[in-house]
């Protein structure tokens, strides 16, 4: 080929990246690895092969890990915790920076790795993966510098354990292991049985920091392995991977108090406006969709266009596939690597083909052998086909269009998912408006994929609940010092033998949607004072009463645009309007519990002042992202929370967690105090008085116990709440798998009244990431 010709055809020659140092360090390994454990690799045992997913050429042979080699990592990690924690802020700090140092100093040899092991592009392995990786454990160092005098009311969870997938192998063992030993916990993690080798070579590297032996564990293994490790005695589990594993985990760990997040699967909408940039929202549509060949939990992979640019736009992009490269991974001309095992080809193949949609795939030429498959589009799917609600997982996109952004807002959110979602316009104020609409943990504006160890990222939905990144992530590392004693059940007094009734019956409602509302179910019980008077009826609750409460809750759902100084407002006026009441509460609160009431009374109005002041002060943040731009950190309601209340103090309990829920914009269904309901019921007076929206909140009396299920159970509950003396908490977070609902239970011990606010606060917000780069 003549020079004249290669500037004519301009097209791209071979650059293959060396693998002989990381083959190099296989052969030095024999091929065959242990787990590293307490410090040190175990000898090799059987096991399974990992093998190179673009060539099937063999790698390693990993070990298999039993319960009996969990149990052994986590007592290692046991031993390691006390002392680990008991180091300074500094010293830990020092560590992480250590690792940062040489995370950089064998970046080429860990790149390379990363792509024989998991078959993305050389490219993506050392100009993206591998950077990050740095730069969570440079900013984790910052953070237990820092963590100590910032949150000094918070003490490490103990042993994390930790399941990662294969699509991130080494960024996702940093995103876990660097803010688990931030916060001074020592942790146990299971990479994927595809990709084990960076987290071994990580392994290996840690001990160039001199990390102390037992802190950081690697036990290899498949489902097994990690079911075996979320069953073992640690004390967090922290996974990402499939949303039905992450149910399993979630009913799994349910009443064990291990404290768990979720980074799960999502269907992440690419909504492009008909005013956008085309061409640059096409290369954005590239990186959203193909990069790591659409292996990603948030890849752009459902396309939303606005209708009148919709051919236009579809033809372009279909140009932009046809000039995609796809080839062996070592190349870094390569856009497209291998899909990263036959097992999972076999899915996507399967799925495509089942398809009643228009295909299209790319018409570029794949390799002979290994697991390759080419960038398909397929379009003319309705809302409800298949591929536009289940995850492919690979470098497959389907596409809709829409006509008004109303519509775009809709199609985006109908999915069982929220995990991100991405909006092309040039019209800067279209996009602040439907950024806060989408159903999502991360939002990009004119962009995609970017992440940093400063900002959060995470899901709703089922997407999972917890966050990756900033303080927002470390704070799942990290439980509240102070810790309550076990709680005995609290039970209502009996009736006595020769009952004192008044002339006059009073029997309580309930209050649903603003109004007073008898029980579904037409029972009621009596409440007793402990001198044997009777005090009055209160209704039973059952499950339709449930669903009422939230079918008004969601009506209510304009409680969340409304401003932090209106959400005040309605706070001070219902203080004011209890303070005038105060004596009656009193007087209720002593009858009720043979206990003054006063002291209860103050506490409670006090909250609601305070709850008032925090509406309008619950900031989020603006993230320093080395971007030309901003992150902005939002600070959103969850939506629709469930608490059962506390037993043993029925109007402060209740108000401690009410007011922080509808402070921060949620709307809320209340079951009170079982024994003590009826400082709730005399409270619906209070409620009525004070301007409150109908629906906001929502008082369902009735048995913990048998309203816990339907609550925990519910699809339209977004979180559920539970500081009750009832032995609630193993049902609550097993029957909230049903949808992930975030859950805050208590495992039968007291929590002191009133709760701190910005634990509470962050219990009742979620964190949405938005990214606006700026510029030209």
Known sequence: MTIKEIFDAMSYGPAPEANGEALAWLAKHGHRFGHFIDGKFTAPAAGFATANPATGAHLATVTQGTADDVATAVAAARRAQPKWAALSGHQRAKYLYALARLVQKHARLLAVLETMDNGKPIRESRDIDVPLVARHFYYHAGL???????????????????????????????????????????????????????????????REAGLPKGVLNIVTGDGETGAALVASPVDKVAFTGSTPVGKAIRRATAGTGKALTLELGGKSPYIVFDDADIDSA???????????????????????????????????????????????????????????????????????????????????????????????????????????????????????????????????????????????????????????????????????????????????????????????????????????????????????????????????????????????????????????????????????????????????????????????????????????????????????????????????????????????????????????????????????????????????????LMAPAIAMGNTTVLIPSDPFPLAATDLYQVLETSDLPAGVVNIVTGSHTELAKPLAGHMDIDALWSLSAAPVSKLAEGESATNLKRTWVNHGRSVPLPLPPRDILAQATEVKTVWIPYGE
């Open 282 to 656: 096409i290369e954005g549509l590239v990186d959203a969709i193909w990069f790591n060949q659409g292996q990603v939990c948030c890849a752009g992979s459902r396309l939303l266009v606005q209708e009148g640019i919709a051919p236009r736009f579809h033809e372009k992009l279909k140009r932009r596939m046809d000039g995609l490269r796809i080839g062996d991974p070592l190349d870094k001309c390569i856009d497209v690597g291998a899909v990263v095992d036959p097992i999972q080809l076999a899915t996507i193949t399967d799925m495509v083909n089942g398809s009643d949609g228009e295909i299209y795939r790319a018409n570029t030429a794949l390799p002979a052998q290994g697991c390759f498959y080419p960038p398909t589009l397929i379009t003319g799917l309705g809302t409800a086909s298949r591929l536009m609600q289940e995850e492919i997982f690979g470098p497959v996109l389907v596409s809709m269009t829409f006509r008004t952004p109303a519509e775009a807002v809709e199609l985006a959110n109908n999915t069982r998912f929220g995990l991100a979602a991405t909006l092309w316009t040039e019209n800067i104020n279209l996009a602040l408006d439907v950024a806060p609409k989408l159903k999502a943990g991360v939002v990009w504006v004119n962009a995609t994929n970017l992440f940093d160890a400063a900002a959060g990222f995470g899901g709703v939905r089922e997407s999972g609940f917890g966050r990756e990144g900033g303080w927002e992530g470390l704070m799942a590392y990290l439980r509240p010092k102070a810790q309550g004693k076990p709680l005995k059940p609290v039970a209502p007094f009996p009736e006595p033998a020769t009952p004192e009734a008044p002339a006059l019956d009073r029997t309580a409602k309930l209050y649903i949607g603003g109004k007073q509302a008898r029980p579904d179910g037409g029972y009621s019980r009596p409440v007793w004072s402990p001198k044997g008077k009777l005090l009055g009826h209160v209704g039973l609750g059952n499950r339709k009463d449930i669903r009422n409460a939230v079918e008004a809750a969601h009506a209510a759902k304009g409680w969340a645009k409304t401003t932090g100084h209106a959400r005040a407002q309605i706070l001070y006026y219902m203080a004011e309007n209890l303070s005038a009441r105060a004596e009656e509460f009193a007087r209720r609160l002593k009858d009720m519990t043979g206990r003054n009431g006063e002291a209860e009374v103050e506490a409670t109005i006090d909250t609601l002042f305070t709850y008032a002041a925090w509406a309008d002060k619950y900031d989020g943040a603006a993230k320093s992202v080395p971007i030309r731009g901003v992150a902005l950190a939002m600070n959103e309601p969850c939506g629709v929370i469930a608490a059962l209340c506390p037993d043993d103090a029925p109007l402060l309990g209740l108000v401690s």
């Open 144 to 206: 237990a510098q820092l963590a100590p005098t910032e949150l000094p009311n918070h003490a490490p969870h103990g042993v994390v354990g930790a399941v990662i997938p294969w699509n991130f192998p080494l960024l996702m063992l940093a995103w876990k292991v660097a803010p688990a030993l931030a916060a001074g916990n020592t942790i146990v993690l299971k990479p994927a049985e595809y990709t084990p080798l960076t987290a071994l070579l990580f392994a290996e590297i840690s």
